[in-house]
């Protein structure tokens, strides 16, 4: 089993900036992907960027390509999002999935971190 825990989630204007981290604990040897998600109330789950764990294989969302940047410390076992040119669409509440295969099943799931951005 493969633990995470998301933090550094909160409250910030429009225009600014937050960085999300995921630590990752237990089984991590069997991680193949890391990637975030977000979902605003009323709306589905969607994805946000992923990254290879061993590096590489960065995607992202159109909807964040350019403000949001994914990476990953494999020493500390933690992935970061870095997000800037925050927008009130941002609002969410924003989760870390970790995947064991190339099929991106995201195996397993953090509880969430708040990020509201306010206009």
């Known amino acids: 089993q493969v633990q995470l825990v998301e933090s550094g989630g909160g409250l910030v204007q429009a225009g600014g900036s937050l960085r999300l981290s995921c630590a990752a604990s237990?089984?991590?040897?069997?991680?193949?992907?890391m990637g975030w998600f977000r979902q605003a109330p009323g709306k589905d789950r969607e994805f946000v960027a992923r990254v290879r764990w061993t590096g590489g294989s960065i995607y992202y969302a159109d909807s964040v390509e350019g403000r949001f940047t994914i990476s990953r410390d494999n020493a500390k076992n933690t992935v970061y999002l870095q997000m800037n040119s925050l927008k009130p669409e941002d609002t969410a509440l924003y989760y870390c999935?970790?995947?064991?295969?190339?099929?991106?099943?995201?195996?397993?799931w953090g509880q969430g971190t708040q990020v509201t951005v306010s206009s």
């Open positions: 999935a970790a995947a064991e295969s190339v099929f991106l099943k995201w195996d397993y």
């Open positions: 237990g089984r991590t040897f069997r991680i193949y992907a």
